[in-house]
């Protein structure tokens, strides 16, 4: 029971109960990316998720209200990485090619690290309540607003060449984004290394070349 006659110790009692609920939280949404990742939204009970996380099942109904909105916040947890990413190069200064690198850079970390969530998120995508459905689909457009508008100031500059800047989007969007489907952190490269060679390949989709200013 809080202390009344002593504001700073409730205080600090309350801001405890809050780490320790922040922390339930975590661990629900770690237990329930692996449980759909390994068994999927039909094959995943509630019940697994809570005994896999160590809580009592209200803990979950109390942070999520239930199964499908949790799907929704793990799968929502990709999209908002990239968003981000996205809002970061809205406000980050220098050229366009220069943001769009640092840009490329960011992306191919965040998918990296939110791989998991990415692959529940396109596995899963039927079963998100429609009103899920509906704000992550805000974010893609916004997302692809940002970069697209970075795109066509870089065509005005003169230092990207592209046809089709919304289309531009959606190649450098898949080129990043399909990275959850084979990257491995045992694989041949480091993840720097990946970070760098896929920045390099998403930027010279858009570079302007030679070929082009002879053009």
Known sequence: MADDSNPVAGQAQRSLKD??????RARVLEAATKLFLS???VGTS???VAQLAGVHKPVIYNHFGNK???LATVARRGLCGAFECATALKARSGTPTQRMQAFLRDFARSVIQNRASLAIYFREEMQLPEDSVESQSLLRAEF???VTEVIQEGVRTGEFSVKDTSLATLGIGGLM???FLWY?????LSEDEVVDCMADLGLQMILRTRADAAQ
């Open 19 to 24: 780490e320790i609920e922040e922390l339930k």
């Open 39 to 41: 068994h999927g939204y």
């Open 46 to 48: 509630l019940d697994a």
């Open 68 to 70: 499908a909105d949790l």
């Open 144 to 146: 692809d607003a940002i």
């Open 177 to 179: 984004t399909w990275m």
């Open 184 to 188: 491995k952190p045992t694989g041949r």
